[in-house]
């Protein structure tokens, strides 16, 4: 559908209903989303410090890991560092209560929020539940604002089908996204009134999702199987929301070869080694994100990027071709191959995309398992030692002895991120 556009735009500052256009049929009719002012500029700085905040869905160290993983190998120059905060069965007044303890200590320079999926209590929306929502997310920015943390709010995702792990769940699907709608909406004028990002996660699972399922079927939940936590999919398309968020603009680099003149040049992270006899050697310390899986299945990180312009937006390493003389050429990429037009070659065309393995893969591996070796430890470090007999016996002590572990794992990261020799060779068909 098309909703009429009520009162004046969001960017004014004034309490705006303009809403946002929604796809035809009876499905989206009864949600109304606020219109968001998106983010158009790059908001992460060099040497920021990350801290990824959120419940269950950031506990899960999904969405928090692809967007860690990213920042190091996809945009090392910012180096920027991360840690994941995410504790199961969270609510913004419980983030709340131990932020000061668990967070602020290290001293992060930006945030990201994710609240609201166990604030709306799994049951229809209610004012009281919309007002402490509303005053504790407010209060989260605002600490954090105190501390010079510059804040991205985003929104809760969408619920696929009644939980039945939630004793108390009351209405049905609907209701509950509907419920989640109205906090998103919050997200947004809380965003608008403390002038920081928003990050939209509620519409585009709502409207991919529901795109999923008619084109695979109910069986394709980018919510999760259990109608909450996403897999692989669900939560490519919430660290999409993040990341463009961020205001990343996607461009991994430019190889570009002249085949009349035979030479090369490059830009971003990849240096040429040489070119002799057609085959081109570089040495990139510049990654595109190398996300593999079969397109059709809610578990594959690929399948997400099906329904989010993350290749398009986030993960462009263009090859070109200057002064083709054939039709058609075949590109092999280390032992990788794909046969192209000129035309296509001419315009450039994003390896990343058109490559789900390359010579690149095995090394993205071990960053991103290193990456998850350390996520995983963050859960312990806070949620068994900061909130367990050590930590309440000597908060301080606990800290720093934990921190003496966590310091190798953020190392491994930077062992696992090497500059990476890799060669394309292009033969006429």
């Known amino acids: 559908m098309a909703p009429a556009l009520i009162a004046c735009s969001a960017a004014l500052g004034i309490q705006s209903q303009t809403l946002v256009p929604l796809p035809e049929g009876d499905f989206f009719k009864p949600f109304r989303p606020h219109l968001s002012v998106p983010n158009q500029e790059l908001i992460l700085r060099e040497g920021d410090r990350l801290a990824i905040c959120g419940d269950s869905i950031t506990e899960q160290r999904m969405y928090s890991r692809i967007i860690e993983t990213y920042l190091t190998v996809c945009v090392p120059d910012l180096r920027v560092s991360v840690r994941q905060f995410g504790w199961s069965g969270e609510r913004a007044p419980g983030f709340l209560s131990r932020m000061t303890n668990d967070v602020l200590r290290f001293r992060p320079t930006i945030a990201t929020t994710c609240y609201g999926m166990n604030d ?20 989260i920015i605002q600490a954090f604002k105190s501390h010079g943390v510059r804040v991205v709010q985003g929104s809760a995702g969408t619920v696929g089908k009644m939980p039945s792990w939630v004793q108390t769940a009351e209405g049905n699907v609907q209701d509950l996204n509907l419920g989640l709608l109205e906090l998103r909406n919050i997200d947004v004028q809380l965003a608008r009134e403390e002038n920081v990002t928003f990050a939209d996660l509620f519409l585009p699972m709502l409207i991919q999702g529901r795109a999923a399922q008619q084109k695979y079927g109910a069986s394709y939940m980018i919510t ?4 909450v936590h996403p897999d692989w999919a669900g939560q490519c398309v919430m660290a999409y929301s993040f990341l463009n968020a961020f205001g990343l603009e996607g461009n991994l ?4 070869i002249d085949l009349e003149n035979k030479s090369a040049s490059t830009m971003g992270g990849h240096e040429v080694q040489g070119y002799n006899d057609g085959r081109l050697t570089l040495s990139s310390r510049q990654y595109p994100f190398c996300a593999t899986g079969a397109l059709g299945d809610d578990s594959s990180m690929r399948s997400g990027m099906e329904w989010v312009p993350f290749m398009e937006e986030l993960n ?9 003389s054939a039709a058609r050429y075949r590109l092999y990429w280390g032992a990788f191959e794909k046969v192209y037009s000129s035309e296509a070659l001419s ?16 090394a993205f591996r071990k960053v991103d398992q290193a990456v998850a070796t ?3 430890y963050e859960t312990r470090q806070i949620k068994q030692i900061f909130h367990g007999p050590e930590g309440r016996a000597d908060k301080e002590m606990a800290a720093a002895l934990t921190e003496k572990t966590r310091e190798p794992l953020v190392s491994a990261i930077r062992d696992a991120f090497q500059p990476v020799v890799h060669s394309i060779r292009i033969v006429s068909e």
Do not use: C, M, W
């Open 120 to 139: 709306h209590r799994y049951q229809p929306f209610t004012a009281e539940i919309g007002d402490v929502y509303s005053q504790s997310s407010r209060a």
């Open 224 to 227: 999760g199987k259990d109608g």
């Open 253 to 256: 680099g430019q190889i570009t």
């Open 316 to 324: 462009r390493l263009t090859l070109k071709i200057k002064n083709p």
């Open 347 to 362: 315009q450039g065309v994003n390896l990343a995309a058109d490559f789900p393995e390359n010579p690149f893969s095995e």
């Open 374 to 376: 350390k996520q995983a």
